[in-house]
């Protein structure tokens, strides 16, 4: 059901226009923008009679052809008018961009009911109102007034336009992709339930994440989640934990917010990663979308600076994690890559005068490492000794590489703007960077989570 709202082969935007201040052009420009899209676009505004190079059409009525998604951008009072011509002409499939609706009062919630009724009576689903669109990036689809993210395996559910867009700059500043995202608005009608199953039987989907501030049938949603979670990492960030923000969720979409406790065990027990900020959310998503799971819980630390791992062993602490000892015979295997003031212990600082090769080679040491799951490199990228600023980097993902990948790595850089040097090459090599201890420890701990809950 939800999937023909990804892969449609003629979209109407009603309310497409040439006014760069106004939504009905950045959307009209995000579709036509993508040299990839199949999808055949039809601008509506009776005012223009072409709109971006594209002949513009009075009313959907008048477009020759079977249209397959029409988006609204339309003040909200000439909606329902859309929609009576929307099912008109037999459209199954209809985002509602306008706002004030249902998240304005109780007049709106029921406008909504009776343009659902309208569509749902006429075989049509409806996404939104109040919303910023979706995007299907694996077809070149950006049917949003948000701006194209790059594309990647992670697929995102919101009910917050506004804060899914800060997700996807913030996964886009740390090289994470998308293949999906829908923003539901008001959830008048499809909701957080239909788009899971979809992102369940997507075969681009690897990482599920949803943003969430109300559930409609929490059993369903719930036995959904179970499901998803099964299969794919679904990593989950709720607002409106408290009253404040109970009442804030309410004021945004017109919702009541689900009651965090019962939602709190609901998500333990499905399997799924709940995460309570920005921040986890994103190293959740970043961890699953790039890593392996590890066998166990013992970690190998190796940094140029002392005060990381000192920060990382805290963190791993509380988190669950395992420091090895290492044995005799590992000592003396990278012995030869230490300088000789270097104690060979965990965490192993190799103090400021490591360079790239010495990297390179204990990583791939630890990596080769029977007695260690997990492998973290910490460094500060240095500006002394003629060492360049990507040498630790590349040494890191040489070792990585050639072992096959097999362990998960949690590479911690906080160098600030110095980190822009290793961005590019952790892009182009699917990589992630951690940019603090504490976020490679918790990064470490729910992969390790999810590997015990796999194994039960």
């Known amino acids: 059901m939800v999937k023909q709202f990804f892969n449609p082969k003629t979209i109407a935007v009603i309310g497409a226009t040439a006014d760069p201040k106004k939504f009905g052009n950045a959307v009209t420009m995000n579709l036509l923008e993508s040299k990839n899209l199949q999808s055949e676009i039809f601008p509506v505004n009776p005012r223009s009679d072409s709109i971006l190079g ?79 669109g979706i995007m299907n990036l694996d077809i070149g689809l950006n049917a949003s007034f948000v701006l194209t993210p790059i594309k990647g395996n992670v697929s995102i559910v919101t009910q917050s336009g506004s804060f899914g867009a800060a997700c996807l700059f913030e996964m886009w500043w740390q090289g994470l992709g998308f293949s999906k995202f829908a923003n539901l608005g008001n959830m008048a009608d499809v909701n957080l339930t239909d788009l899971l199953e979809y992102f369940k039987n997507d075969d681009v989907t690897e990482v599920v994440c949803i943003y969430l501030e109300s559930v409609i049938d929490g059993r369903a949603f719930y036995n959904k989640m179970k499901e998803v979670a099964s299969i794919k990492p679904t990593v989950i960030l709720k607002g409106g934990r408290t009253s404040a923000g109970m009442k804030s969720a309410n004021s945004h979409t017109g919702s009541i917010a689900t009651d965090y406790t019962s939602l709190k065990a609901a998500i333990k027990q499905s399997g799924a990663t709940l995460c309570e900020g920005l921040m986890d959310y994103i190293t959740a998503i970043k961890a699953f979308s790039f890593l392996p799971l590890p066998k166990g819980k013992r970690v190998g630390i190796l940094t140029n600076s002392g005060g990381s791992a000192v920060l990382f062993s805290d963190n791993a602490e509380e988190f669950g994690l395992e420091i090895v000892e290492f044995s005799e015979d590992f000592k003396e295997k990278i012995n030869p890559f230490l300088l000789p003031l270097v104690k060979k212990v965990n965490p192993l ?92 420890a918790f990064a470490a701990k729910i992969l390790l989570d999810r590997a015990k809950k796999l194994q039960k």
């Not at 080679?361 to 600023?389: G, Q, S």
């Not at 630790?392 to 362990?407: D, P, S, Y």
């Open 54 to 132: 594209l002949k513009s059409y009075p009313s959907i009525l008048d477009i020759e052809k079977e249209i397959d998604l029409a988006i609204l951008l339309v003040p909200a009072k000439a909606v329902p008018v859309i929609i009576d011509q929307c099912v008109e002409k037999k459209v199954k499939r209809i985002i509602i961009i306008s706002a004030g609706f249902g998240e304005i009062n109780e007049e709106g919630k029921k406008l909504e009911r009776e343009m659902v009724s309208k569509a749902q009576e006429a075989g049509a689903r409806i996404i939104g109102p109040n919303c910023v």
């Open 349 to 440: 600082d190799m103090i400021a005068g490591a360079n790239g090769e010495a990297y390179y080679n204990v990583t791939k040491a630890m990596l080769e490492n029977p007695d260690i799951d997990i492998v973290v490199p910490c460094a500060v990228i240095p500006t002394f000794f003629e060492m360049k600023p990507d040498e630790h980097f590349l040494g890191v993902i040489k070792a990585w590489n050639e072992t096959g990948r097999k362990k998960p790595i949690f590479p911690i850089f906080m160098s600030g703007f110095l980190l822009e040097h290793v961005k590019g090459i952790a892009e182009e090599e699917k990589t992630p960077i951690f940019m603090s201890p504490k976020e490679a």
